[in-house]
């Protein structure tokens, strides 16, 4: 059974910059488009990023663009969220989430994810 489990998260003053990984357990993990999602207190959650199965195709929340920048090593059956010059308003619990279906396109649509981590706390101190 594939599981995605986070790490990474953590205090930091705005500015600063912190990596997410997202490792995923199984075989198959290269066949995965990958999405990062958050969800801040009292808000819905939201997208934030995401690469296609092949990584050649990546996708951005525009609150994000130009900060963030997500990556995979289909080595180490793992995703990356490289989080530069974090804000106040990044604060959150960030998800990274797998879509089992070859997209061509990276995809920022949650329901088509099938499958959740449970979370990792990323705040941000101004």
């Known amino acids: 059974q594939v599981q995605l489990v986070e790490s990474g998260g953590g205090l930091v003053q705005a500015g600063g910059s912190l990596r997410l990984s997202c490792a995923a357990s199984?075989?198959?993990?290269?066949?995965?488009?990958m999405g990062w999602f958050r969800q801040a207190p009292g808000k819905e959650r939201e997208f934030v990023a995401a690469i296609n199965w092949s990584g050649g195709s990546t996708y951005y929340a525009d609150s994000v663009k130009g900060r963030f920048t997500i990556s995979r090593d289909n080595a180490k059956n793992t995703a990356y969220l490289q989080m530069n010059n974090l804000k106040p308003e990044d604060t959150a619990v960030y998800y990274c989430?797998?879509?089992?279906?070859?997209?061509?396109?990276?995809?920022?649509?949650?329901?088509?994810?099938?499958?959740w981590g449970q979370g990792t706390q990323v705040t941000v101190s101004s």
């Open positions: 989430a797998a879509d089992f279906s070859q997209r061509s396109i990276a995809t920022m649509v949650q329901d088509e994810y099938d499958l």
């Open positions: 199984g075989p198959t993990f290269s066949r995965y488009g």
